[in-house]
């Protein structure tokens, strides 16, 4: 019912920035909570940011607070992860997806997935 693409990743330099967006199809959209993941090789799949249905609430991960920002367009089917000072430790696939439970952190909460995208922070 709701396919999510994610694009924006690509390497970027320690204390750099990359914005990252994940684009919808389908009619359902705004009917979603929406979260950021990533993932490294070997390590967990961790709760990066949420976003509630219409953008007014977001919360984050403490390791993420104050350099990423979570936002969404929902004319546009698209939410957005400003990152910000990035580090070496941010290199991961990100992911975004789709949940109707606003305030999660865990990944079987979300319904849907997008293919995720590679962020890699060299020093």
């Known amino acids: 019912q709701v396919q999510l693409v994610e694009s924006g990743g690509g390497l970027v330099q320690a204390g750099g920035s990359l914005r990252l967006s994940c684009t919808a199809s389908g009619q359902t959209f705004s009917s979603y909570a929406m979260g950021w993941f990533r993932q490294a090789p070997g390590k967990v799949r961790e709760f990066v940011a949420g976003?509630?249905?219409?953008?007014?609430?977001?919360y984050y991960a403490d390791s993420v607070k104050g350099r990423f920002t979570i936002s969404r367009d929902n004319a546009k089917n698209t939410v957005y992860l400003q990152m910000n000072s990035l580090k070496e430790e941010d290199t991961a696939v990100y992911y975004c997806?789709?949940?109707?439970?606003?305030?999660?952190?865990?990944?079987?909460?979300?319904?849907?997935w997008g293919q995720g995208t590679q962020v890699t922070v060299s020093s």
């Open positions: 976003i509630n249905l219409t953008g007014g609430s977001t």
């Open positions: 997806a789709a949940t109707t439970q606003y305030g999660s952190r865990w990944y079987q909460s979300y319904r849907y």
